[in-house]
């Protein structure tokens, strides 16, 4: 009778998990795997173009050391937009949880998540607007300060900072909510009974605690800043050459299909093997 009732859970759980897991093949696997097949050929494969199968491709990038400068700049680029997601949005959310209560938490969780709400586009262009040369921040310093100041940070590498930090923020704040709204808040309540201070609570109990949403958070944003192009190409100009942005010219202005397909998977290739090697760490770091 017991088997009987395993095997009807076991069939439930899997028709509750099918349309899922159907919806990943579909939208994931199927176009990463057309993708794969795409990068080992020599043409993209419509109209009369000749094409091959060859490893050309992925021989470009060991080839060629301009790739691998510019992957070292999106890696350490996303390295830079998470510490600075983690420094303001750790804080952020800490407030959220454990300080502001009622419907001001209500609000302030709202105009969190309101860059959601609105297109990636309109957010970079709305950040170009305020840090050109003669833009809103400029023009609020000097109505404001006695003297005159010149704030051009258009086509500047923190330009591209502020504008990605905007984007990927509300990822480090929620991860980091939900991990720190499951602490008891008698504990910190004891710590502090005990004579201990703000900063041996925060480095003993709130932040061992918390970790597993913060790393969580930190992932979820280091993972797609390292391919990002569309901020670096808008607010960074000329300095804005990533290797996102590199792949995106193959696809849309060069038309090599190919070549981008394989810079694409070796770009997935490095951050899987970067995760990997952080695992152990940061898995250390949760116990």
Known sequence: MSTVLANQERLRIFGLLSPAYLWLTVAIFLPLSAMLYFSFLSEVPFGDAEWSHTTENYEAFFQTSTYAILLWKSIRLGLIVTL???????PCAYVLAKVIKGRSREALFLLVILPFWSNSLVRIFSWAIVLRGNGVLEIGLNAVLPFEVDV??????????????HSYLPYIILTSYLALQA??????????????NKLTILWRIILPLSLPGLLAGAVLI??????SFMEPRILGGRVGTYFG?????????????PLGAALSFILLA?????LAVASPVLRRAQT
């Open 270 to 274: 490095v951050v899987l093997l970067i």
């Open 84 to 90: 600075v997601s983690v420094l303001v949005g750790f």
């Open 222 to 227: 280091f993972v797609p800043v390292v391919g």
């Open 245 to 257: 942005t590199v792949i995106e010219d193959q696809f849309v202005a060069v038309y090599n299909w």
């Open 152 to 165: 051009n940070l258009m086509f500047s590498t923190p330009a591209i900072v502020i504008g990605l930090v």
């Open 183 to 196: 602490i008891d808040d008698n504990l910190i309540d004891a710590a502090r009974s005990m004579s201990a």
